[in-house]
């Protein structure tokens, strides 16, 4: 998976508790993105960062906040879960910010109880 | 509705040809893909084409794009055991070079039967 880990890989919380998700790349890529995977939805995308501390909202990315302090890190919270924020999370990166250079983690699945 | 559909599943009999459909609604889309993802994995990009083509051919894997129609397909040769997976076509929506944005299909859901 080109050198990206997630984790936790797999999370179960209850409702209203905060959740931190962790994406963490050997590549020194510039550009990091958070999708989420739901059935009938296909991906959709969070949030992603083009640089350290420069992040921007992508088309579902209300509950969701995001923070990129080094190049290596890119952590996706929910302040409050709720349930329709079950899900399972996938990272991805990318050298050039380019969609054919797109490489994606191996998911985390979200149960939110 | 979802802006690039696919029917939801597909099942083939091994050593028969698989052919995977997809519409999207944007015209000024530049690159479109097939992603691959295999059980508990991530996504995998299988093959992409460029919107001045209209086929591109890699081994098995044969994609055809209809502009006119929005239509793009993922023809898989002899499929195989191995090709059993969810296999999302996904479009770039009109961004910024160096930012391009990724719009997923819904993913289709390819069986083999023995």
């Known amino acids: 998976d080109a050198g990206i880990t997630q984790s936790p890989r797999h999370k179960v919380t209850e409702t209203g508790t905060p959740v931190t998700l962790r994406c963490h790349q050997t590549?020194?890529?510039?550009?990091m993105y958070w999708y989420r995977q739901d059935p009938g939805h296909g991906l959709r995308l969070i949030h992603y960062?083009?640089?350290?501390?420069?992040?921007d909202k992508g088309e579902v990315s209300d509950g969701y906040s995001v923070s990129r302090s080094k190049t290596e890190d890119f952590l996706l919270t929910l302040e409050s879960a709720t349930s329709s924020q079950t899900s399972v999370y996938f990272c991805?990166?990318?050298?050039?910010?380019?969609?054919?250079?797109?490489?994606f983690g191996p998911g985390t699945r979200l149960t939110v109880l | 509705g979802e802006d690039v559909e696919q029917s939801l599943f597909l099942s083939v009999r091994e050593g028969d040809s698989s052919v995977i459909n997809c519409t999207y609604t944007?015209?000024?889309?530049?690159?479109l893909y097939w992603y691959k993802q295999e059980p508990g994995a991530g996504l995998q990009l299988l093959t992409y084409?460029?919107?001045?083509?209209d086929m591109k051919q890699d081994q098995r894997l044969t994609v055809l794009l209809n502009k006119k129609d929005k239509h793009l397909s993922l023809r898989i040769a002899d499929t195989q055991t191995g090709d059993s997976a969810i296999y999302f076509c996904?479009?770039?929506?009109?961004?910024?070079?160096?930012?391009?944005?990724?719009?997923f299909g819904t993913g289709t859901r390819l069986t083999i039967i023995p």
């Open positions: 991805a990166i990318s050298e050039n910010g380019r969609s054919d250079t797109q490489y």
């Open positions: 590549e020194n890529h510039r550009y």
């Open positions: 960062s083009y640089g350290v501390k420069d992040t």
């Open positions: 944007d015209s000024s889309s530049t690159y």
């Open positions: 084409i460029f919107s001045n083509m």
């Open positions: 996904a479009e770039t929506r009109g961004s910024n070079f160096g930012n391009e944005k990724l719009t």
